[in-house]
T-cell receptor, first 116, second 114 residues
């Protein structure tokens, strides 16, 4: 079974600074997808960024980028120019490729605090 | 473009009662998922539908849990004879059928068992 590990329960960053959230995963599959989701307090989970395992290029969405290391099974999220609105729980999630289970497997999350 | 809608937002009930939650997915999405999230944890998969067919169920989905999606549109999740351990946030998500498409989540239904 696939597992996703987020080893940082909490992180803190000052406004306008950069922070990196860590995620590692375990799988025997070669084709899969990885996601970062953001869950603000009492609000719905929102997709931040998505990475296909077959793509070597790291995904980027505005201030959010990933460092995808397939061999190391590592998928970290970098948030640049942090804003107060970035404060939330961040979940790393794994989904198998074609012909595998469609479900998402989530890590336990990292709570990000953004300070002035 | 409306998102995933869940009803109710909160449900408080006594142990042993039955509860039913509803999820309305994004209209063009034919896949619908249910997850359960307890405090301090990431969501855990319960079950998913493609159109009206329930294609996968987690071992977490005991006999007391049942989910339906009768016409391939909205879905219901019923919990019979609720137990204290059922207290959690129940999340619904939907996606397009194509592989790797992201799942879009609703606000969730928070269930509290007295």
């Amino acid at each position: 079974a696939q597992t996703v590990t987020q080893s940082q329960p909490e992180m803190s960053v000052q406004e306008a600074e950069t922070v990196t959230l860590s995620c590692t995963y375990d799988t025997s599959e070669s084709d899969y997808y990885l996601f970062w989701y953001k869950q603000p307090p009492s609000r719905q989970m929102i997709l931040v960024i998505r990475q296909e395992a077959y793509k070597q290029q790291n995904a980027t969405e505005n201030r959010f980028s990933v460092n995808f290391q397939k061999a190391a099974k590592s998928f970290s999220l970098k948030i640049s120019d942090s804003q107060l609105g970035d404060a939330a729980m961040y979940f790393c999630a794994y989904r198998g490729g074609i012909g595998t289970a469609s479900k998402l497997t989530f890590g336990t999350g990292t709570r990000l605090q953004v300070t002035l | 473009d409306t998102g995933v809608s869940q009803d109710p937002r909160h449900k408080i009930t006594k142990r042993g009662q039955n509860v039913t939650f509803r999820c309305d997915p994004i209209s063009e999405h034919n896949r619908l998922y249910w997850y359960r999230q307890t405090l301090g944890q990431g969501p855990e998969f319960l079950t998913y539908f493609q159109n009206e067919a329930q294609l996968e169920k987690s071992r977490l989905l005991s006999d007391r849990f049942s989910a339906e999606r009768p016409k391939g549109s909205f879905s219901t999740l019923e919990i019979q004879r609720t137990e204290q351990g059922d207290s959690a946030m129940y999340l619904c998500a939907s996606s397009l059928e194509y592989e790797g498409q992201p799942q879009h989540f609703g606000d969730g239904t928070r269930l509290s068992i007295l």
